[in-house]
């Protein structure tokens, strides 16, 4: 992976064979995430290098980080729950993301033209950071597939070993079970992973 921020912006994340050819995504979007480093840059945000990503950062907190992927390329925000969205621009990342937190671009040209709104929910951010505020701790209950209720209900000691989980590990089960649309892939899977849950561990756990 890159050690230096600039790379990024000419190589890539170094993440991908595709890294440092003309198919990678950063060279695809290249314009419009140069526009996003300038206009993040501009609002006084500290640029860092995490994840092999640029990082932008404000009061000691991550701010917002700047990705590419083939078919689009985007600016998330940390601590998204506390996001007013005025506009209402933010997406969510996908199906198990809590709440709205990243403004998704599928032209370089789209820039520049929300530059306005970009710079705003920045520095909206940026005073959550400077006040300390963070977003509430919440607690979702897990809505379990029926798949896994009705073997529980009937394999107690994977039921008592399920819910002696920590949340998280539940989720992982949750999420992986829930992306087969097929009750007989599911059935199949809660199969592989007993002896996972009865050890304690989670879903993506070795």
């Known amino acids: 992976m890159i050690t230096n921020i600039a790379d990024f912006f000419v190589k890539g994340c170094g993440r991908c064979e595709r890294f440092d050819t003309p198919d990678c995504s950063a060279r695809l979007w290249n314009s419009g995430l140069l526009e996003l480093r300038r206009i993040c840059r501009a609002t006084g945000l500290q640029e860092t290098l995490k994840w092999a990503h640029p990082c932008y950062m404000h009061s000691d907190r991550n701010i917002a980080i700047i990705g590419a992927t083939r078919n689009d390329f985007r600016l998330s925000f940390f601590h998204a729950a506390l996001m007013k969205d005025p506009e209402g621009i933010l997406e969510k990342q996908g199906p198990n993301t809590p709440h709205p937190d990243m403004l998704r671009f599928t032209e370089n040209s789209q820039v520049a033209k929300q530059e306005k709104f970009i710079m705003a929910y920045l520095r909206e951010a940026m005073g959550y950071a400077e006040l300390g505020i963070k977003p509430p701790k919440e607690q979702r209950e897990l809505e379990l597939p029926d798949e896994l209720i009705e073997v529980m209900t009937t394999d107690l000691e994977l039921a008592e070993a399920f819910h002696r989980l920590t949340p998280g590990r ?35 756990d070795r």
């Open 170 to 204: 539940q989720k992982s089960y949750v999420i992986s079970l829930n992306s087969a649309k097929n009750p007989a892939t599911r059935f199949s899977r809660i199969a592989k992973f007993r002896e996972k849950i009865l050890a304690g561990k989670g879903a993506l």
